[in-house]
């Protein structure tokens, strides 16, 4: 559309430039007129050619941003989405940070993302130890992100202590997977 009108822009000069021309008494030959509105004929296509590049470069390069940040997002869906903890303890373990340092790469690079960083406490312990014991647990996540480069406005905390178990077993391996922070795209 833009490339269009710019056609009839360069038609309408292209023609201006031929009547001056032609209309120019003595000095200026016909010859010379022709020269004249030919070479701003070719300027004018050399310029329309270079914004139609342009044009196809912007919208090449618009799609790759697209696609870089389609794959980031899948990156992002292939990475742990679960933490765990050894018991009484809010440290992060090792075998966890790559896939904390893929969410921290994901959300620098998408400042509108948002995540929810669920703690959770296995069935021992008290239910205000427990909800505390979660806090830390999701405060830990969300300091490692934050070392990373992740804005702090995109973090929220939130603690469920003991109340919502993903296995109601009361042996270690029930207690083991119970002990998490859970990290939850909102704007996904």
């Given at each position: 559309m833009q490339v269009g009108n710019l056609s009839k822009v360069i038609a309408s000069s292209v023609l201006v430039v031929f009547l001056a021309a032609c209309s120019s008494t003595g000095a200026t030959t016909d010859a010379t007129a022709?020269?004249?509105?030919?070479?701003?004929?070719?300027?004018?296509?050399?310029?329309?050619?270079?914004q139609a590049t342009a044009a196809a470069q912007q919208a090449a390069e618009n799609k790759v941003a697209q696609a870089a940040a389609e794959a980031a997002q899948k990156a992002t869906q292939a990475l742990a989405h679960i933490i765990y903890f050894d018991f009484d303890?809010?440290?992060?373990?090792a075998e966890f940070r790559t896939a904390l340092n893929g969410h921290a790469a994901y959300l620098s690079q998408n400042p509108s993302a948002r995540i929810v960083l669920e703690g959770h406490a296995d069935e021992r312990g008290t239910r205000e130890y427990n909800i505390a014991l979660g806090e830390r647990r999701g405060n830990a996540?969300?300091?490692?992100?934050?070392?990373?480069?992740?804005s702090v406005d995109s973090i929220e905390v939130v603690s469920f202590g003991e109340e919502r178990p993903v296995n109601a077993g009361h042996d270690s391996a029930s207690w083991s997977e119970n002990r998490r922070v859970e990290i939850r795209y909102i704007n996904y």
């Open positions: 022709s020269t004249q509105a030919a070479a701003a004929l070719a300027e004018a296509q050399a310029l329309e050619e270079a303890q809010s440290t992060i373990k996540v969300s300091r490692y992100l934050v070392v990373q480069g992740v």
